[in-house]
């Protein structure tokens, strides 16, 4: 069974700054993609970034980097120079065989 | 605005009352989604379309059906509503078949009383 553990559910940085989230997953298939998510509080999800597993180089979108370590079953996203508007849920997710999991989430505000 | 346009965006409902939840997107995507967030949980699968006249469960189907009436729209069903469905409901398309929602609605909060 694929799983998806988000284990800091609210963290806290100030503007300008980079911030780390973790994630981490279990899975048995080799063939398989991971997700950034964000949920501002205008609920509406959005896709920040995606990994392909076959892929060794990390994902990069501007300011939003992905440390994929596929032994580990590690996906942490960077967000460097943080904005207010990043202010956020952010969901790790996990896609393989026709099914997509997600984390529990991290509630990540950004203070001025 | 081209998007995924979702109605209504809140709705209460007594136990047992029926309601179909409205999807639309105007992308041409193949595959679309329905999804529901409860508190302290990421999204789950419900249903699922990867083309137009096909349907699959997710991984919470009970208690809905679903039905994609052409390329562009994708309802769900509720036939008797029940207290455990009180959540908020994403419906997503895809591009790329069958691997991730990529467009999301702006979510059906659904209160069953």
Redesign the interface.
């Known amino acids: 069974a694929q799983t998806?553990t988000q284990s800091q559910p609210e963290m806290s940085v100030q503007e300008a700054e980079t911030v780390t989230l973790s994630c981490t997953y279990d899975t048995s298939e080799n063939n398989y993609?991971l997700?950034w998510y964000k949920q501002p509080p205008?609920?509406?999800?959005?896709?920040v970034i995606?990994q392909e597993a076959y892929k060794q180089q990390n994902a990069t979108e501007n300011r939003f980097s992905v440390n994929f370590q596929k032994a580990a079953k590690s996906f942490s996203l960077k967000i460097s120079d943080s904005q207010l508007g990043d202010t956020a849920m952010y969901?790790c997710?996990l896609?393989e065989n026709?099914?997509?999991?997600?984390?529990?989430?991290t509630r990540l505000t950004i203070i001025p | 605005n081209a998007g995924v346009t979702q109605t209504p965006k809140f709705q209460v409902l007594k136990t047992g009352q029926s309601m179909t939840l409205q999807c639309a997107q105007d992308m041409n995507h193949n595959s679309m989604y329905w999804y529901r967030q409860d508190p302290g949980m990421g999204l789950r699968l419900i249903y699922y379309s990867a083309s137009e006249g096909t349907t699959d469960k997710g991984e919470v189907p009970n208690g809905y059906n679903v039905s994609r009436l052409n390329k562009r729209e994708f309802s769900l069903r509720l036939e008797s509503a029940a207290p455990s469905q009180t959540s908020v409901y994403f419906c997503a398309s895809s591009e790329w078949g069958l691997i991730q929602p990529q467009h999301f609605g702006d979510g059906t909060r659904l209160s069953i009383l």
Do not use: D, H, P
């Open positions: 998806v993609y997700f205008s609920r509406q999800m959005i896709l995606r969901f997710a896609w026709e099914k997509l999991t997600f984390g529990t989430g």
